[in-house]
């Protein structure tokens, strides 16, 4: 059984940086792409950035030059590197994984960006 649980979230001030971590239980993580989507209040779930076990990374237009997502497979991780937060990036961040689609979802984990 497949399960992802994210870690990293928390309130932070504008301009500062935290890092989110997702880690993958169960089989098919080396092969499978990875991604972490996030929805703000009032908002449907965006895709903030991807990664795949073959091709480099792609990220949403607002999060470009941000934000970095990354991924350890010896240790079924996946991380996103947030730079730079805005007020505009909080919401509620989900990690999934799969291939044509996004089967695994984690539980999702709180950023807040506020002064």
């Known amino acids: 059984q497949v399960q992802l649980v994210e870690s990293g979230g928390g309130l932070v001030q504008p301009g500062e940086s935290l890092r989110l971590s997702c880690v993958v239980s169960?089989?098919?993580?080396?092969?499978?792409?990875l991604a972490w989507h996030r929805q703000a209040p009032g908002k449907q779930r965006e895709l903030v950035a991807a990664?795949?076990?073959?091709?480099?990374?792609a990220y949403e237009d607002s999060v470009k030059g941000r934000f970095t997502i990354s991924r350890d497979n010896a240790k079924n991780t996946v991380y996103l590197q947030m730079d730079s937060l805005e007020p505009e990036d909080t919401a509620v961040y989900y990690c999934?994984?799969?291939?044509?689609?996004?089967?695994?979802w984690g539980q999702g984990t709180q950023v807040t960006v506020s002064s």
């Open positions: 999934a994984m799969g291939d044509l689609e996004w089967h695994y």
């Open positions: 169960g089989s098919g993580f080396v092969k499978s792409a």
């Open positions: 990664i795949t076990s073959s091709n480099g990374p």
